[in-house]
């Protein structure tokens, strides 16, 4: 291939090429164009290539297995605007002739094992739109003086690094800047408060960080970023930032798709006007201090996809305007102090496939309309709240779901045989309630268990043997009921199952000696007196 030395453009890119790069590509003295990404190369990167292909405008090899370090002869490509060299396992330091390519646009050495700081030289690429550095072991501290050098920067990805020291107030001088992630890092103190210079900004990520804010200082850039009118993500989760939420928050750009707070120690209320943010797709103010009820007017965020309410301090009724949210697919808000009724019309939410509301103080009937959701799929989730009255008929409407989780409330009466259609289940948790009566006959039918729990209720009757048929079962428990006759030995023939406790019940006769029964990892049967024989 060396022998084209006409050759402007060499495009093999998404291919399954191996091997190494053969060094003698330097011949292709008129490559304007070289395309080796997402392949299978490996070996190092030839200092050959940076001696004679002095016309090269791109050079990309990302997605390859290329290892050794990046080679200083690059810098000889003084006609380079585009370097890609990504999701490699390069090592070393980036040379710091790369800072001598003036025309440089693209800089991309992400997702490899650099080290070391990046060379003081790159900052002075005055033309460069993009440094992307993410997914290194690159340290140090950005410039304070970068706001004066970076004139047409668009791109500054320093994820996942080692970066420490503050994020430099001259940031803000960079007008043309659209995308800063300074993601997973150990970048401390403030956020300069003139961020919302940056009128152009798109997407801001500093979650991650040892950045602070409290009720005196640190949360004037909120307010600033209204000015932002292009702002579509905003990630401040995972870092210091503590002190009452500023209500300005309600007032960024309505172009704002994703809000990120959590694992924060944010405390105050949601602002009553959080409605103002229309354009939201993903809220999330997760393990946070929030205290309050969840403001009426969220119900006007109806593009919402995503909703993270949970390990918080909210408080209230759930408000019905939840089910002006049609477009929500996930819904998280336990671990709260949430109170009252399940509003019915979370029923409206006909996309949802995750509803979790577990861990709150809520009461009175499960909603027959949260029963009915057509999407429910991965799980549903209303434990260990005071939800009471008998578990709704209803609930064999949720064929697709595959956890149902209703532990730990005061449900009665019968378990009900419309159970029998939710053939997707392979969790069922009824535990810690008041159900009462038989096993049902209906439970045979979910083939895909994995996991029955029915502890803590008024089950009666005896164990039925068609929970041997269950042939997935893993984790079965029964204990602490009112159940009477013989351990079915057909349990024993329950090949994948590793734990079972039928503890605390009346049964009586001889315990079987297979399976479970002889090498399981946890197996109870304390609490009934009448059982005998059984493995030692």
């Known amino acids: 291939i060396g022998r084209l030395v006409r050759l402007r453009t060499l495009d093999l890119s998404y291919n399954t090429f191996s091997g190494m790069l053969p060094a003698n590509l330097s011949s292709c003295i008129n490559l304007l164009s070289l395309r080796l990404h997402c392949n299978r190369l490996h070996g ?14 791109v050079l990309s090899l990302a997605n390859n297995s290329l290892t050794g370090a990046i080679p200083g002869s690059l810098a000889n490509l003084s006609s380079l605007q585009y370097i890609d060299l990504s999701r490699n396992q390069l090592k070393g330091h980036i040379p710091p ?29 005055s033309l460069l739109k993009e440094l992307r550095v993410a997914g290194n ?48 890092n150990n970048f401390t103190g403030y956020v300069p408060p003139a961020l919302g210079r940056l009128q152009g900004l798109i997407q801001l990520y500093l979650n991650g960080n ?23 993500h905003l990630v ?14 309600a007032n960024l750009s309505t172009t704002l798709q994703m809000l990120y707070l959590g694992d924060n120690r944010i405390s105050g209320v949601i602002p009553s006007n959080i409605g103002n943010l229309v354009g939201l797709k993903t809220l999330e103010m997760v393990n946070t201090s929030i205290s309050g009820m969840i403001p009426e007017s969220i119900g006007r965020l109806e593009n919402l996809v995503e909703l993270g309410l949970y390990n918080t301090s909210l408080s209230g009724l759930i408000p019905s305007s939840l089910g002006n949210l049609t477009q929500l697919t996930r819904l998280y808000a336990y671990y709260g102090n949430l109170e009252g009724p399940i509003p019915a019309s979370l029923g409206k939410l006909k996309n949802l496939f995750i509803l979790d509301l577990s861990t709150n103080r809520l009461n009175g009937s499960i909603p027959r309309e949260v029963l009915k959701l057509p999407e429910l799929s991965i799980y549903l989730d209303l ?31 019968r378990i009900p045989d419309s159970i029998r259609n939710c053939i997707s289940l ?3 948790l009824l535990d810690h309630n008041s159900f009462e009566g038989i096993i049902p006959q209906s439970l045979k039918n979910l083939k895909g268990l994995t996991l029955l729990n029915l502890t803590l209720n008024r089950l009666s009757g005896g164990i039925p043997d068609f929970l041997g048929s269950i042939g997935g079962l893993q984790q079965l428990y029964l204990a602490h009921n009112n159940l009477s006759g013989l351990i079915p030995t057909v349990l024993q023939n329950l090949t994948s199952l590793s734990k079972l406790d039928l503890s605390f019940n009346n049964l009586q006769g001889e315990v079987p000696k297979g399976g479970v029964f002889s090498n399981g990892t946890y197996l109870s049967i304390d609490g009934n007196g009448e059982l005998c024989g059984g493995t030692p």
């Open 44 to 57: 190092r990167v030839p200092v050959e290539l940076g001696h004679k292909l002095t016309s090269l405008q």
């Open 97 to 125: 002739e790369i800072g001598n390519i003036e025309g440089l646009l693209v800089l991309a050495v992400l997702a490899n094992n650099l080290s070391g700081v990046i060379p003081h030289s790159v900052y002075n690429l």
């Open 210 to 232: 040892k950045l602070e804010a409290n009720d005196k200082e640190g949360w004037e850039f909120i307010a600033s970023l209204k000015n932002c009118s292009k702002l579509q």
């Open 426 to 428: 392979e969790q069922l």
């Open 236 to 249: 401040l989760s995972d870092n210091s930032f503590k002190g009452k939420l500023p209500s300005s928050i």
């Open 137 to 184: 072991m690159l340290s140090g501290t950005i410039p304070s003086d970068i706001g004066d050098r970076f004139s047409s920067i668009e791109f500054l990805g320093f994820t996942d690094n080692r970066f420490s020291g503050v994020i430099p107030s001259s940031l803000s001088n960079l007008s043309t800047l659209k995308y800063l992630d300074l993601t997973d």
């Open 383 to 413: 434990s260990y709240n005071s939800l009471s009255g008998p578990l709704p008929s209803e609930v064999g409407s949720l064929t697709k779901v595959d956890q149902l989780i209703l532990s730990g409330n005061q449900l009665s009466g």
